[in-house]
């Protein structure tokens, strides 16, 4: 005989089902806990992480690119990823934006530019940004809402509440599962970005105002002890 | 004994005579991986498919189905189906679009606008350029009212390019969209009509709503996953050429086969 607590712990050794979580982001905390630059300046600034530094040419490599991962503790595989881009005015649709997704590192994953003459999905191979489609769409010179979907190899996009793009990449070399990040391949002016959304198998939300167990004493806010 | 013999006999025959009576099925394949084409039908361009036998499968590619979706199925839709006879592949597209755009972009340049495109790999080899077998032809809108003996085609991509296969086609706006009929020439992709011949096969729809840029791509192969196919065959899917007695019963007589009526 087992007993209660016995198949309790049995229980608990049982591998757990994988789940569909959010994790959201939208800045409003003021800090960018959880994100770590690779180049560039960024800031966070009225409910939005800012890529403030000018980016003069277009960029064909991430060593070009101002861009910023964020360390989650988990990979995004299937799932989905939304975010709204917030282009100046003044740029009259000269800059452009980048979202990093399944990222294995720094330098190796996908990325999709919304630009003045519509979306591209590049695969990013050594940091080489290599186009295997673009489409034409119509971008806002100003604020811009994407959702991209992942499903296995299909990646959908929709661009202002619209599915505009549909493509896949067979490849064997395709990257299955990674993190994700924001650039700015090409800007004039700051470009924001604002409430990232993380949707998925295992995705979870892992910083501010998540309650944590502390040594076993009652869950805390993870603000609160950041601020300590 | 004999009577319960001779009803049956009569039962098997009537059974018989019915079967021929009525059309041939022909296996639908597979959506984005396989057509299966009957032969001998000839059709003749007039863009009123009345001479396409019913029995003849439609493939319908829906507006989220392509590298560039349509938010439903009147903005872009399309579906296709395909006969031969000893010298012409004929290619129907009957397309749903809500929006008429042409003249903006002719020629090599008709893909911007609203067209549709096939392709054909003659060889089946399936390599990742083109061939001297293999080539996109590209049917515009535009041909509404032209002449469907030389009609404008696009597809100006590797050796075999569109102007230049001899497809015919005929082109009609229709209440629901735009309709093709276009017969292109087995003989220009060396294609040898036989039963159970497989070769190279893709079709595309290009829709343009409000000039400028293509807003709409719908791809029928299902391995064409980056609309690649005017640079890559590999990336199309198959037709087969299937012969089959695609029988009638006129005026209840006997059947007969539709290519020999059509005599």
């Known amino acids: ?228 | 004994m004999r009577k319960g013999f001779s009803i049956v006999f009569v039962l098997i025959a009537i059974f018989a005579i019915h079967s021929m009576a009525f059309p041939a099925k022909i296996d639908p394949g597979k959506l984005g991986v396989i057509y299966y084409c009957a032969f001998p039908v000839t059709i003749t361009l007039d863009g009123k498919f009345d001479d396409w036998p019913s029995v003849v499968p439609w493939h319908k590619v829906p507006h989220d189905r392509g590298t560039q979706p349509a938010p439903d199925d009147n903005d872009a839709s399309y579906e296709f189906a395909c006969v031969a006879d000893e010298n012409y592949l004929y290619v129907a597209f009957k397309v749903r679009d809500d929006k008429k755009v042409v003249g903006e972009d002719t020629g090599c340049n008709v893909w911007k606008d609203d067209s549709v495109e096939v392709y054909i790999d003659g060889g089946n080899e399936k390599a990742n350029s083109y061939d001297a077998n293999d080539s996109q032809v590209t049917i515009g809108r535009d041909n509404v009212g032209g002449d469907p003996e030389h009609p404008k085609l696009g597809g100006c991509v590797g050796q075999l390019q569109g102007p230049n296969t001899g497809t015919k086609a005929f082109v009609v706006d229709t209440d629901y969209g735009w309709a093709v009929e276009a017969a292109l020439p087995l003989e220009t992709w060396g294609i040898e009509l036989r039963d159970g011949l497989v070769i190279g096969f893709n079709t595309h729809l290009n829709d343009d709503d409000d000039k400028g840029p293509r807003d709409h791509k719908l791809i029928w192969s299902e391995k064409d996953v980056a609309d690649t196919s005017w640079k890559d065959p590999s990336v199309f899917g198959e037709l087969k050429f299937v012969e089959v007695k695609l029988a009638v019963s006129p005026r209840d007589k006997l059947a007969t086969v539709w290519g020999a009526l059509k005599r």
């Not at chain 1, 649709?93 to 999709?112: H, I, K, P, T, V």
């Not at chain 1, 970005?193 to 998925?200: A, K, S």
């Open chain 1, 1 to 228: 005989m087992i007993g209660v607590r016995g198949l309790i712990c049995l229980l608990l050794l049982l591998p757990l089902p994988a789940f569909a979580g959010l994790f959201i982001d939208d800045f409003e905390d003021g800090d960018d806990f959880g994100w770590r630059v690779v180049r560039g300046e960024w800031k966070v600034e009225g409910g939005a992480y800012v890529s403030a530094n000018p980016i003069p040419n277009a960029a064909r490599n991430l060593s070009q690119v101002s861009y910023t991962m964020l360390q989650s503790p988990w990979r995004i595989k299937d799932g989905a990823v939304e975010l709204s881009i917030r282009f100046d005015e003044r740029a009259e649709g000269g800059d452009e934006a980048l979202l990093l997704y399944r990222m294995e590192d720094d330098e190796n994953g996908y990325a999709l530019k919304i630009w003045k003459e519509g979306l591209t999905i590049y695969k990013i191979v050594v940091g080489n940004l290599i186009t295997i489609r673009m489409e034409p769409s119509v971008v806002k010179p100003t604020v811009n809402h994407v959702k991209l979907e992942l499903e296995g190899m299909w990646m959908k996009v929709h661009l202002n509440g619209v599915l505009r793009m549909r493509i896949g990449d067979p490849e064997k070399s395709r990257y299955e599962e990674g993190r994700i990040g924001l650039g700015v391949p090409k800007a004039k002016f700051p470009v924001r970005f604002e409430e990232v959304r993380v949707e998925g198998e295992g995705i979870y939300q892992f910083r501010v105002n998540m309650p944590v167990e502390a040594k076993g004493k009652l869950p805390l806010l993870w603000g609160e002890i950041k601020g300590r």
